[in-house]
Nanobody, 124 residues
């Protein structure tokens, strides 16, 4: 069993930046960030493989968000720049299977551990 704890959510103005962190209680393979806005389905934001050599992003955040990990600290980060009101959501950390690909990284079924989430609100 792996427990994931997110932090870093806040209310910021459009154009601002935030860095989210997710600490894992044990060893993890693929890590990802998902988000869920009110009334919408959970969607993949970004994912990173176990060594940090491969990263994947949703089209809506490419060029603005960066996912990274520090395995020595069992932590994955999401640096979010140039935030927009449509980025407002609960951001949830997930840990999944050893291997991901461009076509599967955002599939919910590829992840077997989930955090409780951290709220990000972007005001216009």
């Amino acid at each position: 069993q792996v427990h994931l704890t997110e932090s870093g959510g806040a209310t910021v103005q459009a154009g601002g930046s935030l860095r989210l962190s997710c600490i894992a209680s044990g060893k993890t393979n693929t890590m990802a960030w998902f988000r869920q806005a009110p009334g919408k389905e959970r969607e993949g934001v970004a994912a990173i493989d176990m060594h940090g050599g491969a990263t994947y992003y949703a089209d809506s955040v490419k060029g603005r968000f960066t996912i990274s990990r520090d395995n020595a600290k069992s932590t994955v980060y999401l640096q979010m720049n140039t935030l927009k009101p449509e980025d407002t959501a609960v951001y949830v950390c997930a840990a999944g299977f050893p291997f991901i690909s461009p076509g599967t990284w955002s599939a919910l079924g590829k992840y077997n551990y989930w955090g409780l989430g951290t709220q990000v609100t972007v005001s216009s």
